[in-house]
């Protein structure tokens, strides 16, 4: 079996059906085998970073294996961003690229052209990054990087091949390679030490993030948190995780929801669970949160317990391996229905503020869609926009950010992904300015008739950066009078042959969302540029006293509740 082919059953071992990227000489033998290969196609991207966020997406739906290659120099380089994406927020990618010779030291800057030493580039944003010379290396390199992607906490890894080897035999048939995973004791000692701290609290939450879904227990744990009744909070990027939770009450954060950050604030513990509680530690506002409450922390990354969190009580533990954990436990817990009063009376008077034209409008496109549509973010404003629509529209769907780096334009690269992972309707909700950034991959869609809608929250301007200029009182390259234009995304959609509705109030309009879910569309809404992100929380200010400020009296009563 040749290295190339090698490769590709062992993708299709790891039940990877779709691979992304743009040929290139030093890789065509790689994307030859892909395509004889049954069971795994291979798709041309128009962008390279593109590619990268299309195998973002793919891995992460559902957290399992994504896979994106490219050539030497430009295209390998053009991969960084989407590899940095999926370190941040611990997707299991795998890009390969490869290489004719190797690349010199700093003494001279080339001595081949397009060669560079593409691990020391990436060795900062990988779990793993490695060059493979020879073919003793083939098998051992591959075992280690899916290993190391998949295990732990998960995360991109890099296979830099030397062209020569695509060719060359394997003699060992992949079914043969083993697994290195590890497999950790049960933390049945950590549940009964958390579950004797939780009976003593008054007003305990449990705080969720991605995590809970990367460790695949989201199901198993939403189960358990719904029989003891414990009111739920995430983070942003974890909506969908939270929502499987009977008494969810949204996210918190400083552009969160209201009523979520009041309702931290007063709580007495906190238990957080697959998040990293990503606060400025020396936050003022941070500090005052925490000040009166115990943070009990589950954490199976050594490096995230590095970071002191005041108040801390910390368990070094896989979450897999806690859940089964609650499982062998029979835990009697306190009635927390008084708690759950408070937390149901905050969010009665709380659930609409903030809300706008933009957040209403997405809200109604929510309940349209069918249960089984994915929904992808891009970045920006329209992201806080599209968060708070999740929220007060109740839909349960799964959904998609860029997380911890906020890769605008990565919108539409993770959509293909997505639904190249599930073959579900995805809808894609990106700002004006995102959608230039990969607009290439329109032609992707179109080509194979991907079944991706793509809202465009058209305001005619660079919002979120718009939203901070204007203390400054200067715009610069972020509205229409200081430099930034859109294209007529009209006309962008017939050059791609594309359906395009430009939505309005129009009831009929609006019900043509529906129609539009088997093949590729844009929709189109403006919007007033004047609408800005809030609410937000000003320096200094306790978590739940967010601007715009809401009515004093009624601030004062929901203080003391």
Known sequence: ??????????????????????PGGVILDLIYAFDKCPGINAHLSYHEQAAAFEACGYAQVNHSLGVAYATRGPGFTNLITGIADAYADSLPVLFITAHSGLAVGHEQRFEQEQEMDTVQMVKYITKFASTVECIDQVEAKIDEAISKALTGRKGPVLLDFSTSLWNEDVENDCSQSKSNAKHNVVGTLACE??????????????????????????????????????????????????????????????????YSNFIFAKADLVISMGNRLAFPVKSESFQKAIQNKTIIRIECDENELKRAIPNSI??????SNFVQG???QSIKTSNYESWLNVCRELKRHLCRTDCNDIVDTVSDIFRKISDETIVVADVGNNEFWLSRAYEISGIKNRILYSK??????????????AYYKTKKPILCVVGDQGL???????????????????????NHSSGMIKDRQKSREKFVHTTLDSGFMTPKFNLIAQGYGIDYLQLTDDVTDKNKILEAVKKPIIIERFFDESIGLQPSLP???????????????????????
């Open 404 to 417: 911890s780096f906020g890769a605008l334009g990565c919108g539409i690269g993770k959509a293909i992904g």
């Open 314 to 319: 910390v368990f070094k533990e896989e979450l």
């Open 1 to 22: 079996m040749k290295v190339a082919e090698y490769i590709a059953k062992k993708l299709i071992d790891q039940h990877v059906t779709d691979v992304f990227g743009i």
């Open 436 to 458: 230039q950034l990969n607009i290439q991959e329109l032609q992707l869609m179109t080509q194979e008739k991907l079944p991706i809608t793509i809202f465009v929250v058209n």
């Open 539 to 561: 320096k200094g200010k306790q978590m739940q006293d967010m601007t715009p400020e809401i009515d004093r009296d009624l601030f004062k009563k929901l203080s003391e509740l």
């Open 326 to 328: 609650i499982k062998e």
């Open 193 to 258: 030490s958390i579950w004797k701290i939780i009976e003593k609290a008054q007003r305990p939450v449990f705080l969720l993030g991605d995590g809970i879904r990367q460790a695949n227990v989201c199901y198993k744990l939403s189960n358990y948190i719904n029989d003891i009744g414990i009111p739920v909070l995430t983070s942003r990027g974890a909506q969908d995780t939270g929502r499987a939770c009977r008494e969810y009450y949204g996210y918190i954060g400083s552009h969160g929801i209201r």
